[in-house]
Each structure stands twice: as C-alpha cells, then as structure tokens.
C-alpha cells in the first residue's frame, strides 16, 4: 500500500535520481518496497550501481537482491540480454536456488517460449508444489498469451487453496471487470473488503462496479460504499465524491415513479458538490465553471446515460482532474444536443 | 530527548521520595500513638510533581506520536501497489525497446 506520504518521498527521491542527485540506491530500495513497477528507472540506475565495483561491494549481501530486482525490471524493458547476465551472476552465485529457476523461467516467458517456460515452472511446482509465486506466474502466462479464461479459472483453483491473497483476489477483481462480469468482480472486492477493511481503493473500487451494475439497490449500495471511501480518505478522493453525486441523481431518477417517502434527503449529495467546487477551486480554479455547470446539470437529473460511461474508465488516484473533466463533459454535450 | 530522560528521572527520584517521607510520617505516627488519615500536604504536592514530571517524561521520550486517523498524510493509502506477481511481459512497451547500450559489465 502506498500511503500519501510515501507518494511524496518517492516522488522527491525519483527527481533527485533523475537529476543526477544520488540516491539511487535508496530509491531503488523505496521501490523494491512500495512494489511498484517503475521498470525503466530501476534498470537504468539499478545497472549503475552494479556496473561500478565499489558501490556494488558497498550493499554486501543486498547486491542479490538488486540483481533479481534489475534482472526483473530488464525483463520487462526487454532487455534480454542484461536479465540474462544478472541471472547468470546468480546462478553462479546460487547453483541450487529455486528462486533463480524462476527467473530463469520468466526469462523464458519474456522471450515467448511458453511450451519451455510451463515446463520450467511444472518442475518447479514438483519439488514444491506450495510455491504461491510458481502458481501466479502460470496464471500471468495464461494471461500473456490470451487465455483469459484460462487465467481465470486458474486463478480460481488458486484461491481455493490461498484465500487469503489478496492480490490474487485484485487481479481476478480486475479481469472479471475486463470482461464486464461485474457481478464476479464485485464479490472478488466483497473479499477484499472483507480482508483489509480500511483501504479505501477497494471500498471505491466495489462501488464502481455496484453503480456500473445499475439497480436502485445496487445504486444505494453504491453510495453507501463511495461515503465510507470519503470517510477513509477524509474527503480526499475526487472520484468518490463525484460517485456520490451520480448516485444522488440516478437514484432520483429511478425512484421517481416510485413512492416518494423513500426519496433520501439530498444533503449528502450538495455536501459532496460542495466539496468538489471547494476543492477544484483551490487546485484547478479554470476548470471551476465546468464543475460547476456539470453539478447543477446532475441535480436538475437531465442526463445520466452519458456518465455511466465513466464509471467503466478507472483511475484512482485523486489528483487527475484530465480524467474528471472529461467524464463530466458527457453531460453538458449531451445536454445542449437534447435542446 | 535527553532533558526528557533527565526530567523522568528526576520525577521518579522525587516519587521515591515522596515514598520513604510517607513511610517515615507513618513511623513517626506510630509512636506518636495517632491515627493515620493521609500524607501531610508537603508530600501530597511532592507526590503531584512526581506524577506530572513523569508523565511528561513518558510521553516525550520513547518519539513521536503516529496518527491513527485512516485519512492523516501517513494512513492515506493513495494507490495500490503494482501486482508484480502477476506481471506479464508482452505488453505494448515491447514495442519501443529502451536504450540499447545497457550492459551489465563484468
């Protein structure tokens, strides 16, 4: 999980490591940690470390480490040639190491000899057929090659015996989203949820796929989980609080028909907007009239069709108002072409 | 850091003290034959000071507090990490190979 403040560190590290400040082993450490996929930079400065004999003697034992992490990253910038060096130096290092014969196999999988790499990794599931990471690998490949449904079903078998992974349960979130089964993936985050309670991008996640969904208590769900999404992050995540806002008035709308003493109060909604105009204003001021328009269009419940659509795109973090603005343009389009 | 560590000792010192004075006040009754209701006032705000020097000592030295608010700087999860166990590697990067002169030398 990367909190706010290792967002802050990491980008402060990642430009003093571009400019040429040093530190680089400390951001490749920070990386390493955070598990993030910043392939290009940890195989630029990670190769510089170890291309210079007296920094690379200066991490001891953590030079391992390092070669994995480049060794990994080079396979992912397709670089084949220096994963294979850095898994060589390992191998030398470690003749019997399980954990080199699975970059071995990834080397493989990233060259696309996939009949070699599911043999590598069948062997290495037969000296320990426990190995979590053997098992995603497999399901990874299946994904690489375009068996989705492959991957899924793998994924399956594998939860059945790790319940408790949750980022087994993420991907299989995330590819049942791909293919739109939006019922699967909202129990995948129903999971989720369930295991780690208080991080609010699952909470905000389960809520997209439950508005997606549609239905009045879907929708009321929905709301529900983009308020306690609020309430984690202290009102900090823009897309929440538009979610709040779509919910209000879809729910509007199809509760009109309907008895009108189940109508909620609309306070959660203008509290939301308020918050919206409040922080588009101090962040993005030029954007304000269009939020604005956007939010009074939304209440008067003229168009929702076209802001369903942007609940299929998926950004979370809570600074990209690029991504907002264009969701919002939807409506106001729409809006003129209906008069 | 190192006042703070002074002053807690000094608050347990005057705690202990506070003790043998009681003690002593307490010996000093028995004799007397009178019966025993309370340390006398001097102690009671010898035993005050104590009590607040090393509370004050206790909350500075062993750092700082960490906040416990899910959305404070610290708790505010901003994104999830990359699912590197499950990253696949013939993606659209394929395509723009990075620079070529990376080598590992030995």
């Not at chain 1, 009949?115 to 995603?136: F, G, I, R, T, W």
């Not at chain 1, 309670?197 to 208590?217: F, N, Q, S």
């Not at chain 2, 004075?21 to 010996?27: D, E, K, N, Q, V």
Request: proline fraction near 3%.
């Amino acid at each position: 999980m990367v909190t706010k403040t290792e967002e802050t560190q990491l980008e402060r590290l990642e430009n003093q490591v571009d400019n040429g400040g040093g530190g680089a082993w400390e951001y490749l450490c920070l990386v390493g940690r955070l598990k993030l996929r910043r392939s290009e930079k940890v195989l630029k400065h990670g190769l510089s470390i170890l291309n210079d004999p007296k920094k690379r003697s200066a991490l001891g034992s953590e030079e391992w480490t390092l070669y994995e992490q480049v060794a990994i990253a080079a396979l992912d910038c397709q670089s084949l040639d220096v994963s294979k060096d850095c898994i060589k130096v390992l191998r030398k290092g470690f003749p019997e190491s399980k954990r080199v014969g699975r970059l071995e196999a990834m080397l493989l999988e990233a060259k696309g000899s996939w009949a070699e790499a599911e043999k590598a990794y069948s062997s290495l599931l037969e000296d320990n057929p426990l190995d979590q990471v053997v098992h995603k690998r497999k399901v990874a490949m299946a994904k690489a090659q375009g068996d989705i449904s492959g991957a899924i079903e793998g994924l399956n078998k594998y939860l059945e015996i790790f319940m408790a992974d949750h980022d087994a349960w993420r991907e299989l979130a995330e590819i049942y989203v791909s293919l739109q089964m939006y019922k699967q993936a909202a129990f995948c985050y129903e999971e989720l949820i369930l295991s780690q309670p208080t991080v609010p991008l699952y909470h905000l996640a389960y809520a997209d796929v439950l508005y997606t969904l549609g239905g009045l208590e879907n929708l009321q769900a929905a709301k529900k989980y983009y308020a306690s999404t609020i309430d984690l992050t202290g009102g900090k995540t823009t897309r929440a609080l538009f979610g709040i806002c779509l919910c209000t008035s879809a729910i509007g709308q199809l509760a009109k028909g309907r008895n009108k003493e189940e109508k909620e109060s609309p306070e959660l909604q203008s509290l939301a907007a308020a918050a919206l105009e409040k922080d588009y204003k101090q962040r993005a001021p030029g954007k304000l009239s269009l939020v604005t328009t956007a939010l009074k269009s939304l209440k008067s419940n003229c168009c929702t069709e076209e802001m369903l659509i942007w609940a299929h795109h998926s950004s979370d973090d809570d600074n990209s108002h690029a991504t907002h603005l264009t969701m919002i343009h939807g409506p106001i389009q729409a809006q003129t072409i209906f008069q | 850091m190192r006042l703070g560590f002074l002053v807690g000792v000094f608050g347990v010192v005057i705690l202990a003290h506070a003790a043998i004075s009681t003690i002593r006040y307490r010996g000093l009754l028995k004799i007397m034959e009178e019966e025993f209701y309370g340390p006398p006032a001097n102690v009671m705000v010898e035993l005050l000071l104590g009590l607040v020097l090393c509370m004050w000592a206790a909350l500075t030295v062993p750092g700082k507090f960490l906040s416990i608010h899910p959305h404070s700087e610290e708790n505010r999860i901003v994104s999830l990490p990359a699912n590197l166990d499950f990253m696949i590697f013939n993606h659209r990067g394929k395509v723009f190979p990075v620079a070529t002169d990376l080598k590992l030398k030995h």
